[in-house]
């Protein structure tokens, strides 16, 4: 591997990263993993770009990029000599992205998905930049061509269906984006399903379309898990005036034990009442599974700022006692005003 090549895929790389990964740390150290993975295949990707050990001798070699700016303008440079690398623009496009650069990153792109038309991932970066670099941060024509294209190579591509449906509410197209929409959630989890049904209804109702039917209640919890059922009290929504995009909380914590929960779900207000089922796969701690409490308290908050930390004017039900395994479900019913 070359010199040339560390210097540059290392500028690149740790520059970007040192933007990206920084704050994402603290929130999902998951995430931060998967951009390092990201990133470390974009420079094997940029070996392609810059050529082989044996193109470079001591005599040719270049200083090091010392900024993010330099490592971008030295990838541009070997860009122009051989422009027909998709994976070194698709770099390019990230790391002006990064910078904020947006026309340059949307320029960028465009020639990674000219140069790899059948690349789904690479089209709907194409069309992200696309919303990035304009005025409004819209999906323009061409964007939404990249995203239509990704679905018909692959039907079942997450983000192109999301994007898409985006452009389709952008334009007016309600009916389309709930359409869009819809299969997703058969491709995702509970808990993100539970956030994306409130955007297909509110599409199918700016359409003028009925609401989703309500999903199936699993009928019993699986083992060490622990159904819950949560309702709010007619009288307390008659006197508190709620949205329906306001944050529900679902909590299981051990009885007596830190306030740490040991199981917790995130939905939202218009989806009350809910029936779910607490497990460990809702256990924020690994260390610290519903399945290993012999004795949890379950309770249900409303939160208007969406904040998991308790705060004076949440809505809340009375803590339940409850000794597991049980095979009884819990009913909690949100009565009253924290203080």
């Not at 330099?70 to 390019?92: F, H, T, Y």
């Not at 307390?236 to 929960?261: C, E, K, N």
């Not at 809702?282 to 700022?305: C, H, Q």
């Amino acid at each position: 591997m070359t010199l040339q090549f560390a210097a540059l895929g290392a500028a690149l790389s740790l520059g970007v990263l040192a933007v990206l990964l920084h704050p994402l740390w603290r929130e999902s150290r998951g995430a931060v993993i998967g951009i390092a993975l990201a990133f470390a295949l974009a420079t094997f990707a940029l070996y392609r770009v810059v050529g082989t050990p044996a193109a470079l001798d001591s005599a040719n070699l270049v200083a090091q990029p010392q900024t993010l700016d330099d490592a971008i303008s030295e990838l541009q440079a070997q860009l122009a000599k051989d422009p027909k690398q998709a994976d070194g623009w698709r770099l390019l496009g990230q790391a002006l992205t990064t910078e904020q650069r947006f026309a340059e990153a949307r320029d960028a792109y465009a020639h990674a998905a000219s140069l790899a038309p059948k690349e789904p991932d690479v089209l709907v970066e194409a069309a992200q930049s696309r919303a990035l670099a304009g005025p409004q941060r819209m999906f323009d024509e061409q964007g939404v061509r990249y995203l239509e294209q990704a679905i018909a190579l692959q039907p079942q591509h997450q983000r192109a269906r999301w994007f898409l449906g985006i452009a389709q509410r952008q334009a007016g197209h309600d009916a389309e984006a709930a359409k869009t929409w819809e299969p997703l959630l058969a491709m995702v989890d509970a808990n993100t399903a539970a956030t994306l049904r409130p955007q297909i209804d509110d599409a199918r109702k700016a359409a003028g379309l009925a609401p989703l039917p309500k999903p199936v209640a699993t009928a019993a919890p699986a083992q060490g898990g622990l159904r819950v059922r949560v309702a709010l009290d007619p009288d307390l929504a008659a006197r508190v005036r709620l949205r329906g995009d306001a944050t529900v909380f679902v909590i299981a914590r051990a009885a007596g034990g830190p306030p740490m929960p040991v199981a917790v779900e995130r939905h939202t207000l218009q989806e009350l009442p809910l029936d779910i089922v607490l497990d460990d796969s809702d256990s924020p701690m690994p260390t610290a599974k519903l399945s290993a409490a012999g004795e949890v308290e379950v309770l249900a908050r409303i939160s208007a700022s969406g904040d998991a930390i308790p705060a004076t004017g949440d809505l809340e039900s009375r803590p339940a006692r409850v000794s597991l395994p049980s095979a009884n479900p819990v009913d909690l019913t949100i009565s009253a005003v924290r203080d």
